[in-house]
């Protein structure tokens, strides 16, 4: 409990008090282990343990990205300092609108199968190898239909 007002007036003391239950994120899927359901993933605790890894892929990401950039911006500086024929540079360094249409795609159907198989995953408790397992089925599913699409779409 967390004590909010605390009033100590003529000898009569009382208190205003909250549980603190009301400040936590609400628990839905309960982990079971061991035969104790009392852990919940959507504790804060095991929320902030996680923290660490998200920021590591966060940066991660940025590097890879920045190297990314800074690597294509050397090549194209080299091959303007060669010489090369502009046809052969703009295919070289051009990156077609359609392969960017093809990212976006690609990464819509991959977050939807994600989302998917993590929404199946909420309403099968208790969360277990099968939660993975269904996780990575969703997965493969989006990406199957992603290759029909690309299929269908170059008809």
Known sequence: MIKLFVSNFERVSSTIAIKSEFSKIPSSPKLILNGDSTHSLNEVNSITEFMPIFAIGLVLVLVIQVTK???DNKLKNKIIDKGVSEQLAKSILERGVTDKKEDTIKWTFLLLGLSGGLMITY????LDIHSLAIIAF???ISFLSYY???KHSKK
């Open 138 to 140: 969703s997965i493969g």
């Open 148 to 150: 029909f699409f690309l």
């Open 123 to 126: 309403f099968t408790t208790p």
């Open 69 to 71: 950039y800074i690597l």
